[in-house]
């Protein structure tokens, strides 16, 4: 696939420069008696969206969710500032509060809709947590955990992963000081990325299911003069980290797309008119946006070549659209002093105008955006409802005493299994052998539980202590309760 990407990139650049003389790519122009797919006030076969906007200016910032219905705010907890960030029911920022021998301790915090507050990492004599930034798709936020009690300097990057609950590390072994730009994530939220100095501007890709040391990519790119396209310009990486895009300006009325693969090659296309957006689709094809005067057109280049997907008469200001999904929402104005959210649906090409945004003196920015689902009966026989791994944990957290009737319980593992809501449970008493129960959560909103089953060690197994008509689940996620950093954490293997 990324052969036939290249031949069909490079076989536009050839044809440019044969017609051209000059330049290296050509220009993107839609002709006037040439198709374009229709722009739609309302359109039932476009889904509607749910989506999250943020509208800042030098003095304000405020979270906004919006709909066909039309836009409400979102209010910040108290405890929020402006470096927070939120999913559209919790939000994620920084506190700090003091010890007891006055010392200043760091912990970034998930507040839920509820009010109450989960520490995913805090401050101890080790590490000390640092930076935020939120995935694409609003389940994961990543972190530096920075090594505080020696002076080599290192760090580590984490992930909180909110759809499956805690939290782990992705990349290790880093340099503090050779961090040289914020972390950023791709459009489907699989791939993380920054730039450090060692001693060389590199470009490292890290994917957030593996834990590793991560390799310098697209090395034969100059990251020193796009450092700041990479911190906070038009970009995005490929699922597996073997292909780049961005953009740049060039000159007046013309902007450069760049494509580069990991094994060398560097395509640079001379674009009339702005690059906005770009975004690698799984298939390893390229949608991307481009603003010319007030006409916004979309693109899709593939194997195959290079197609409008749609045309609007508008002056964008956001686009926001997942690896995955068949959809984009976008903030533009079709006229001065008017702001709307629109959904493009790309196979189809179809645009539907969702709703008018509030006016605001500031920016404004789609941070997140999905389909709007009709409501399913998610009931389950025996307990109140499905449970994310997240809330399993909490629950946990909360009532491993009464749980194990054990005042002396200490977490080690929780296992979660295949079956709704239940999950294996190890634990210590008094700091003696380890025991394992098998428990179900009936309701986490007015504490109810069943124990399954109790297990032994036997020969390096875990087996029931008694005979039982229900028969184990399988595990599907194994969370280990780690005392240095005081969280769960999420492993690979079990």
């Known amino acids: 696939m990324l052969r036939f990407l290249r031949n069909a990139v490079i076989a536009i650049a050839v044809a440019a420069l044969i017609i051209g003389g000059l330049l290296v790519m050509s220009q993107r122009v839609i002709k006037g008696g040439e198709k374009s797919p229709q722009v739609l006030s309302a359109s039932k076969t476009v889904p509607s969206l749910q989506a999250l906007l943020v509208q800042s200016n030098s003095t304000t910032k405020k979270l906004l969710s919006c709909s066909e219905k039309g836009c409400s705010v979102i209010p910040a907890p108290s405890s929020g500032n402006q470096d927070s960030f939120s999913d559209g029911s919790a939000w994620y920022g920084y506190s700090v509060h003091q010890d007891k021998k006055g010392n200043e301790i760091v912990a970034l915090e998930k507040t839920?809709?509820?009010?109450?507050?989960?520490?995913?990492?805090?401050?101890?004599?080790?590490?000390?947590?640092?930076?935020?930034?939120?995935?694409?798709?609003?389940?994961?936020?990543?972190?530096?955990?920075?090594?505080?009690?020696?002076?080599?300097?290192?760090?580590?990057?984490?992930?909180?992963?909110?759809?499956?609950?805690?939290?782990?590390?992705?990349?290790?072994?880093?340099?503090?000081?050779?961090?040289?730009?914020?972390?950023?994530?791709?459009?489907?939220?699989?791939?993380?990325?920054?730039?450090?100095?060692?001693p060389s501007r590199q470009f490292l890709a890290v994917p957030v299911q593996d834990k590793a040391i991560p390799t310098p990519r697209f090395k034969q790119v100059d990251w020193d003069a796009y450092s700041n396209i990479a911190d906070t310009g038009v970009m995005d990486v490929s699922d597996d980290s073997s292909l780049v895009a961005f953009a740049k300006q060039t000159f007046f009325g013309f902007s450069q797309l760049v494509i580069a693969e990991d094994s060398g090659s560097v395509t640079r296309q001379s674009i009339k008119g702005d690059v906005v957006f770009v975004r690698w689709t799984e298939n390893d094809a390229l949608f991307y946006a481009v603003q010319d005067g007030t006409n916004l057109t979309f693109w899709m280049v593939n194997s195959t070549g290079e197609r409008p997907v749609a045309r609007m008469n508008v002056r964008l200001r956001s686009v926001h659209s997942s690896g995955s999904a068949d959809l984009a929402a976008f903030v533009a104005d079709p006229r001065p002093g008017e702001t709307h959210l629109y959904v493009l649906q790309i196979s189809t090409g179809l645009v539907k105008d969702e709703t008018v945004i509030p006016s605001f003196s500031g920016d404004t920015f789609v941070v997140q955006a999905n389909e709007i689902q009709a409501e399913q009966d998610k009931a389950i026989a025996g307990i109140a409802g499905q449970l994310q791994d997240t809330e399993l944990l909490a629950f946990v957290n909360d009532y491993m005493k009464d749980i194990t009737s054990d005042a002396q319980a200490d977490p080690e593992r929780m296992l979660v299994t295949d079956s709704p809501n239940t999950v294996y449970l190890d634990y210590t008493s008094g700091g003696l052998a380890e025991k394992r129960i098998l428990v179900v959560i009936q309701d986490a909103i007015h504490p109810q539980w069943k124990i399954l089953a109790h297990y032994v060690p036997v020969a390096g197994q875990w087996k029931r202590d008694q005979a039982a008509d229900n028969a184990d689940p399988k595990v599907k996620r194994l969370y280990e309760w780690e005392d240095a950093v005081s969280q769960w954490i999420l492993k690979e293997t079990y």
């Open 112 to 198: 839920k809709a509820d009010g109450s507050v989960e520490k995913i990492s805090e401050q101890n004599q080790l590490v000390k947590p640092r930076g935020l930034t939120m995935s694409s798709d609003g389940t994961k936020v990543a972190y530096f955990l920075d090594n505080i009690h020696d002076n080599q300097g290192l760090t580590e990057l984490w992930v909180y992963d909110n759809s499956q609950g805690g939290a782990k590390v992705v990349a290790e072994n880093l340099v503090q000081k050779n961090i040289a730009t914020r972390v950023r994530w791709n459009a489907s939220s699989r791939v993380a990325w920054f730039l450090q100095d060692a």
